[in-house]
């Protein structure tokens, strides 16, 4: 009996041993380190076509609008045009019931008649007047008065004529002709329809000039428009032909600001040319105004330039820890020693940003694991077209560049990630 209650507790005793060490085991294996390296993600300096850009939106627009109003109210009577029709210049378009205008040139004519007639009055009593007092037989306060009617009646006579000339313009105004040689593109009134001129000329038509040259009036955000310029190339599209990429100039940039929403731009005009009549008046263009083009240069991707390694050190903290000249401020050249920028003392164009990047080669392994550890170059960067960044000096044909890693970065390393641009954010947006 007692040999059997020794072997239980034996049991229970290698039982708890047991379920001691599955329970380390766990521990230590959900605990340990992750000693895995680190796997990269990279690619390869390459040379080719950079073009960067700046992008905005406008609409399609005619060179030449011209919009026919009526001068007078009263109710179409006939419409000669519509929706698409050619016109030329001096062409009957419309035509508004003449009947009324027509009225009151046969009532001006009249008074007129009855004004001439007066005159002819006055004039015969002045004649006989001046014939009278001649002879002593009339007073002269008479005759002075017969000569002030024939005045009067003069002047009436001009006045009846202004009346009658008012009328007969008002109704040849009730013909309206196309002042310019064109198409319709819009058309605000029916036949029957009034249109009131009181205060203002009612638009009945909208001429386009000639619809092979367009031009879009491109909005323009201020922090853009400094790259922009008159004669820069233009590339855009259209919904309806989204395969398709038209081409414009620049011709004009209005010194006209307008604020939306807080965002000021400004109306930058575009000529287009639309020979095969395939763009229409409103289309929604979506515009890339080429700011700078460059052939056979090596390229390497932006993500490059943001990534850091986890353990790489705070650029720029520090009395020892200094950032890079130009990198990740809003200044792309830095400042000068004496505290003025350098970008006062250099045109746009030749500011070159320098960065960091990271390059892996086979002269970089970790020791003790075959996984190799990115090394940092400084770049000196030119234009940049928004996925891709153009490498002055820094870097060659064929070296590997690193843009990502699967090391998970804590919040510190995520911080220190530089921003896309190589210019260090703001300035000219890119495609």
Request: hydrophobic share 40%; net charge neutral.
């Amino acid at each position: 009996m007692t040999r059997r209650n020794g072997s239980g507790w034996f049991k229970w005793l290698l039982l708890l041993v047991l379920l001691a060490g599955a329970a380390y085991g766990g521990w230590w294996y959900w605990t340990k380190p992750n000693e895995k390296p680190p796997e990269y993600r990279t690619a390869i300096v390459t040379r080719g076509e950079l073009t960067q850009a700046v992008t905005a939106s406008g609409q399609l627009n005619p060179v030449l609008n011209v919009q026919v109003g009526s001068q007078i109210s009263g109710n179409i009577q006939n419409l000669y045009v519509d929706f698409n029709s050619s016109v030329t210049q001096g062409q009957v378009v419309a035509e508004l019931d003449p009947a009324t205008y027509r009225a009151n040139v046969n009532q001006a004519d009249g008074e007129l008649a009855n004004a001439k007639a007066a005159l002819e009055l006055a004039q015969i009593e002045a004649k006989r007047a001046r014939e009278l007092a001649g002879e002593k037989l009339l007073p002269l306060s008479d005759l002075d008065q017969a000569v002030a009617e024939l005045h009067k009646a003069e002047a009436q006579v001009k006045i009846r004529e202004s009346l009658l000339e008012r009328a007969r313009v008002d109704l040849s105004r009730c013909t309206i002709y196309a002042p310019t040689n064109g198409i319709v593109i819009s058309r605000n009134v029916d036949v029957g329809q009034t249109v009131a001129a009181s205060f203002s000329a009612p638009i009945l038509f909208v001429i386009a000039n000639d619809l092979r040259r367009m031009q879009i009036d491109a909005m323009v955000s201020e922090a853009d428009i400094g790259g922009v310029e008159v004669d820069q190339p233009v590339t855009f599209t259209v919904d309806a032909f989204p395969g398709r990429n038209f081409q414009g100039k620049v011709i004009q940039i209005r010194n006209s600001p307008a604020t939306n929403q807080n965002v000021v731009t400004y109306d930058t005009v575009v000529s287009v040319e639309n020979r095969d009549m395939k763009l229409k008046p409103g289309m929604t263009a979506n515009v890339s105004i080429i700011s700078a083009e460059r052939e056979d240069v090596l390229k390497i991707p932006i993500a490059a330039l943001r990534f850091r390694p986890a353990d790489a050190p705070i650029e720029g903290r520090g009395a020892t820890a200094r950032r890079p000249r130009g990198e990740g401020t809003g200044n792309p050249v830095g400042r000068s020693m004496s505290g003025g920028s350098d970008a006062t003392r250099r045109p746009r164009a030749e500011r070159t940003p320098t960065r960091t990047v990271y390059v892996l080669s086979s002269t970089n392994a970790i020791e003790g694991a075959m996984a190799p550890k990115p090394e940092p170059k400084q770049v000196r960067l030119g234009i940049s077209d928004g996925i891709f960044t153009e490498v002055l000096e820094g870097l060659n044909e064929g070296e590997i560049v690193v843009t990502g890693s699967s090391a998970t970065m804590d919040a510190s390393a995520v911080g220190r990630q530089q921003p896309a641009s190589p210019f260090g954010g703001g300035g000219i947006r890119r495609f």
